[in-house]
């Protein structure tokens, strides 16, 4: 883990082609210095086991940083490891950066780092360590470099190539991320197909019907134009919001891929649940205590129908915040019965997949 980093962080700061600094990726800039935090708390402990030079060292590695985006990076004093946890569960973390260059540059940065590597100790470069300072003259100088260095840099390079392809696999549902499949989510997604359906077209009609009574006063007394504006663009967003939502559930249940099938995604829940505290649950409120046409008995003398449009918004808003409520309730009992990943299925996947590459691949010092 230590060294998969190290070899990372190194390979992307001394690559020219593609040259990834200075970057205007902000994300990236952000995700690469997490990941140097990241390897510093790992070199208190690993930076003995694993002798890779200082050339790897964080201190190195930022200085080499800054100079390419003439930034003044510090190491966070954050500890990244959270109390009770293991050094392993920095593993997710650490992957990311593969995975996040995969997908915004296109590109594979262990084999990159391969390439960086291959083609330092082409050139003469030897990553000195503070055991090598006695050794001789031609070793220093020498066009190889340490053994047990290239068998690091060959195992890191096809570890990295491993995790790649189990994500990948993992993405296209060719691997089973989690232990259980339990049939509730799916259940649970039908059911909010079927409340989300409702609450979409339910925000439209409102939407309609609220357009179309801003321009008809019903009394001098009061205005209702501004009220029932804001409950037309209000509850248009909230359309959207369930139409979105509506066709991610709808696409999950539809694909071949278990993963998505089963999977119970924040990315979903955290937007919904916005919106109906921001909108729904504002409006009603609103409606209810602020605004006076709002009443039943405040508009019993308009025409006939303009009542029924009337009641459609008075009557609309309640059930529209009573599908609401259920489907938050649908969301809290989802994320309480989505299923666990089963890492060791992980884990077991990429050493397989490492095995496999390390029978074709040729190490890198050869």
Aim: proline content about 3%; hydrophobic content about 45%.
């Amino acid at each position: 883990m230590y060294v998969t980093l190290a070899k990372r962080l190194y390979g992307l700061l001394y690559c020219t082609n593609p040259a990834f600094f200075p970057s205007s990726n902000k994300s990236f800039i952000d995700l690469f210095e997490k990941e140097l935090n990241i390897l510093s708390y790992l070199e208190k402990t690993e930076a003995k086991k694993h002798d890779l030079g200082t050339m790897f060292l964080t201190a190195s590695l930022i200085k080499k940083y800054n100079s390419l985006t003439n930034r003044n990076f510090v190491l966070s004093k954050k500890n990244f490891l959270v109390k009770g946890n293991k050094l392993e569960d920095l593993n997710d973390d650490i992957n990311y950066l593969a995975v996040f260059c995969k997908n915004i540059f296109k590109v594979n940065v262990d084999s990159i780092t391969g390439g960086v590597l291959h083609s330092k100790s082409k050139s003469g470069v030897v990553f000195s360590t503070p055991k090598q300072e006695n050794v001789n003259q031609n070793h220093i100088y020498g066009k190889t470099i340490n053994p047990n260095f290239s068998n690091v840099v060959n195992e890191s390079y096809i570890y990295g190539l491993a995790t790649s392809k189990a994500m990948n696999d993992l993405s296209l549902g060719k691997i089973y991320a989690y232990k259980t499949k339990p049939r509730i989510i799916l259940i649970l997604k039908i059911i909010l197909l079927v409340l989300l359906g409702l609450s979409c077209l339910l925000s439209l009609v409102l939407v309609i019907v609220s357009m179309i009574l801003k321009d008809i006063p019903y009394n001098d007394q009061f205005n209702n134009s501004n009220d029932l504006l804001w409950v037309g663009i209000c509850f248009m967003i909230y359309a959207l919001i369930c139409a979105n939502a509506f066709w991610s559930f709808y696409h999950q249940l539809n694909v071949k891929n278990l993963n998505l099938k089963y999977s119970f995604p924040w990315t979903i829940i955290i937007p919904y649940l916005f919106f109906t505290l921001s909108i729904v649950i504002f409006d009603l409120v609103k409606l209810i205590f602020f605004v006076p046409w709002y009443q039943t008995e405040t508009i019993k003398n308009v025409a006939q129908l303009e009542y029924i449009g009337y009641q459609i918004v008075h009557f609309g808003v309640i059930v529209l915040f009573v599908l609401s409520l259920a489907t938050v309730v649908c969301f809290i009992i989802g994320v309480i019965f989505k299923p666990q990943k089963d890492e060791q299925i992980i884990k077991s996947t990429i050493d397989k997949y490492a095995e496999e590459l390390s029978k074709s691949q040729p190490p890198f010092a050869a």
